[in-house]
């Protein structure tokens, strides 16, 4: 089982579509934009101008050469954070642990940050196996619940 980390491309999009549409994973992730995409044109066109943003680095992760998800770095409020998504298929293997520690090898900025969802207990075991630690939490507005649930922040110093 050979997992690594490609560059997205805009051909990458509509497996990743077809990723963001499932409500299990929505409500997981919880912070989400505020609307599913309307339609896969809509969604292209918000990802391709993010091809086009030098503050964001975005990863197909591929297991065997088949995507099963993506991880980046984005910078939230000019701080640098990280993402990542899992095909519901391939939780709970390792996979998404170990596409954390390849792109923050590829990331060199220090320190990062991650948020996650208080419940999302598999997200927060990604984290702290990568060394992230938990520094803070907050009440945000989570719109794939519809609600305000606590945001649990972490933090990589090295």
């Given at each position: 089982m050979k997992i690594s980390l490609r560059t997205m491309t805009k051909e990458d999009l509509p497996i990743f579509y077809s990723w963001q549409l499932d409500e299990s994973s929505r409500f997981?992730?919880?912070?989400?934009?505020?609307?599913?995409?309307?339609?896969?044109?809509?969604?292209?066109?918000?990802?391709?101008?993010?091809?086009?943003?030098?503050?964001?680095?975005?990863?197909?992760?591929?297991?065997d050469e088949k995507s099963v998800g993506?991880?980046?770095?984005?910078?939230?409020d000019e701080l640098p954070e990280i993402t990542y998504w899992i095909d519901r298929a391939f939780a709970d293997q390792g996979i998404t642990t170990e596409a954390?520690?390849?792109l923050i090898e590829k990331i060199k900025i220090r320190p990062i940050f991650a948020s996650v969802a208080f419940d999302n207990i598999a997200s927060k075991r990604v984290l702290e196996k990568n060394g992230f630690v938990s520094t803070d939490s907050l009440m945000s507005y989570a719109s794939a619940r519809q609600n305000e649930i606590t945001e649990c922040i972490y933090k990589l110093e090295k």
């Open positions: 997981q992730a919880a912070f989400m934009p505020e609307e599913k995409p309307e339609s896969f044109d809509e969604f292209s066109k918000k990802w391709e101008q993010r091809f086009d943003d030098s503050t964001i680095n975005a990863y197909v992760i591929t297991l993506m991880v980046g770095k984005y910078e939230q954390v520690r390849l």
